[in-house]
């Protein structure tokens, strides 16, 4: 991994890409206030055991941290939502989902994987991530929701506001830092969610056979869904069913490229690309980090974490650690098995887990097929993205052969 930190410029914020770690499974970090997982069988524990290990982490963040309830609310995020509330919301959209459905998409994927390549055939350059690993996922989710995927500058917009921020993660900020911080946040939140409330209302009106049609017209406890709950069901669908495919593109790609061996392997083998996918989610893990709160006090990796506590869960680390995989910073398709922890495990194992593997094998297959050489363009260095619990690249420019 030390050439390939030094070839891409990777920022020391990646610790994980960094080579082996040292230190404790489970620690705690006095000046972030919060604990830290990096452990495979530690984070293991925890991703299984939401009872102790809640996802609703606001209920532990100092109010001072938080916006007003007015400006801001988490309702229907199902991704800090506990049980039992949190199998019902996930029961709403799981059918948009299924293997079918997802399998059935496959056609649309690779047709839009060609027009946009085809689109920038004629350009100078090639960069991977605006030309082809942003617009294909949002637009296939866009469509999926029924909100116009022509609007994807303003989605990237939003979520380059939200994710792309170097500022690490604490509950121990002092006032000013978090002043800044949350007002950087609530202006791409209000204008989503303004946005997305639109459409919502537009629905009512007016049903289509969409998905955020289900979810104006879907029912809890025999009871429709409050406006709020709608929009921000919404919001999760929308940023993070696009941002992880973004990713896992940009990832393998960058994989390829520093592995050539392993790119001529997959290119005269196609059936080894999912395999190539996988390693690449445990290599470079995009959603590097997960937050949870105890619930109680609870032992894990031999120290005790009181209740009420932030806990940071690294799955990028934990899916290095040496305890569940051999030869950790290998990039290495043929591992079997690869149990990695990059969509997470349990009740909150990401939905659009399935969708996210289908569009990053058409789209790899094409660009294969398109391409004699996946190679980065030398005269123009790769870009990550800053943020700290993320692994995915904001540029990643291409050699046009």
């Not at 919001?235 to 392993?262: K, S």
């Not at 940071?312 to 995989?325: E, V």
């Not at 591992?335 to 058409?362: K, Q, S, T």
Request: glycine residues 6%; proline residues 8%.
């Amino acid at each position: 991994m030390a050439d390939i930190v030094e070839r891409y410029d990777i920022p020391v914020q990646h610790f994980w890409l960094h080579g082996p770690r040292s230190g404790p499974a489970v620690e705690f970090a006095a000046d972030a206030g919060m604990w830290n997982v990096y452990g495979y069988p530690e984070l293991h524990e925890v991703l299984g055991d939401p009872a102790t290990f809640s996802s609703d982490t606001m209920r532990v963040v100092p109010q001072a941290m938080l916006p007003s309830k007015d400006d801001f609310s988490l309702d229907g995020f199902i991704t800090q939502i506990d049980p039992p509330e949190h199998g019902k919301l996930r029961k709403l959209v799981s059918s948009a989902f299924t293997r079918k459905v997802v399998a059935d998409l496959e056609p649309r994927i690779a047709a839009l994987t060609h027009e946009l390549l085809d689109a920038a055939r004629d350009r100078e350059r090639f960069e991977l991530v605006a030309d082809l690993a942003y617009p294909l996922p949002v637009i296939v989710i866009a469509e999926l929701l029924g909100i116009p995927s022509s609007d994807r500058a303003l989605f990237k917009q939003w979520a380059d506001a939200l994710f792309q921020r170097d500022a690490k993660v604490s509950v121990s900020r002092p006032e000013e830092e978090r002043q800044a911080e949350m007002a950087v946040v609530m202006k791409p939140w209000k204008e989503m969610t303004a946005y997305l409330s639109g459409h919502a209302a537009e629905r009512r009106r007016q049903p289509r056979a969409d998905l955020l049609t289900k979810l104006v017209e879907a029912e809890v406890d025999g009871e429709r869904l409050p406006d709020g709950q709608v929009v921000n069901f919404a919001i999760v669908l929308l940023i993070a069913g696009h941002i992880t495919t973004t990713m896992l593109l940009g990832n393998t790609v960058l994989c390829l490229d520093a592995h050539p061996e392993e790119q001529d392997l997959a290119r005269a083998d196609r059936s080894s690309i999912p395999a190539v996918i996988e390693e690449s989610l445990r290599l470079f893990t995009p959603f590097a980090a997960l937050g949870r709160a105890t619930t109680r006090e609870v032992e894990l990796g031999g120290v005790t974490i009181p209740a009420d506590q932030l806990v940071m869960c690294w799955a990028a680390a934990a899916n290095r650690d040496p305890r569940q995989f051999r030869d950790p910073e290998t990039f290495d398709p043929r591992r079997d098995p690869n149990p990695h922890l990059a969509f997470g495990r349990g009740i909150h194992f990401c939905l659009g887990a399935p969708l996210a593997r289908l569009e990053g094998r058409v789209a790899l297959n094409i660009l294969l097929d398109r391409f004699e050489r996946l190679r980065t363009d030398p005269d123009d260095p790769v870009e990550f993205i800053p943020t700290p619990t993320m692994t995915g690249l904001r540029r990643l420019p291409l050699v046009q052969k």
